[in-house]
């Protein structure tokens, strides 16, 4: 079984913005497994789902994503899921808009989502996969660049990044993370 968390906040005015790529990848995921039923449950919306015969528990966390550690551990004692088993997807200031990379570990590069993630689960080795979305132009603030929307051409590599976000942690669960790497990143 794997747990695949999507990053994000809760509540429609973050909807589609870029700090909630990992909610739109989740849904994503869910759209192509036939999840459609979801429930609360510690803390966040969850879905089950199996792609190729591996069993998949769907996430978005509903306590903010600076707080978003304390479902996914939830998460992971009430499913018995180890680090091993856990594929984050989450936005990436420090990736061009469009890309999507994937890793095993790391640190959190500032990303308050992952810091919540590493101190409640006092490690940093699991999947990520990280939905690029690019830099802020000039001088605007990074908080009002994630939590916008993206226009025009920006939406376009918004909503191919999400998708191909959405298509990589698929592969991590069938493929591994070397091959998912090579067709990915």
């Known amino acids: 079984m794997f747990l695949i968390v999507g990053l994000g906040n809760p509540g429609d005015e973050y909807a589609h913005?870029?700090?909630?790529?990992?909610?739109?990848?989740?849904?994503?995921?869910?759209?192509?497994?036939?999840?459609?039923?979801?429930?609360?449950?510690?803390?966040?919306?969850?879905?089950?789902?199996?792609?190729?015969?591996?069993?998949?528990?769907?996430?978005?966390?509903q306590s903010y994503m600076n707080t978003s550690g304390g479902p996914v551990k939830q998460l992971m004692n009430a499913y018995g899921v180890d680090a091993e088993h856990l594929i984050i997807i989450h936005d990436e200031l420090d990736?061009?808009?469009?890309?999507?990379?994937?890793?095993?570990?790391?640190?959190?590069?500032?990303?308050n989502g992952l810091r919540s993630i590493c101190d409640k689960l006092g490690t940093r080795d699991w999947?990520?996969?990280?939905?690029?979305?690019?830099?802020p132009?000039?001088?605007?603030?990074?908080?009002?660049?994630?939590?916008?929307?993206?226009?025009k051409e920006a939406a376009e590599d918004f909503t191919y990044a999400v998708d191909r976000g959405a298509q990589a942690a698929?592969?991590?669960?069938?493929?591994?993370?070397?091959?998912t790497q090579q067709a990915f990143n």
């Open 137 to 151: 132009p000039g001088r605007m603030p990074v908080v009002d660049w994630v939590l916008s929307l993206p226009k």
């Open 17 to 61: 913005t870029r700090h909630n790529a990992g909610f739109d990848a989740v849904d994503a995921i869910a759209e192509e497994v036939g999840a459609r039923y979801w429930k609360t449950e510690c803390g966040a919306l969850t879905a089950k789902g199996a792609y190729r015969d591996v069993d998949l528990v769907l996430a978005k966390p």
């Open 95 to 111: 990736i061009d808009p469009g890309t999507v990379r994937v890793k095993f570990g790391g640190g959190h590069a500032g990303h």
């Open 127 to 135: 999947f990520r996969v990280r939905v690029g979305i690019g830099r």
């Open 170 to 179: 698929l592969s991590l669960v069938t493929a591994g993370l070397e091959k």
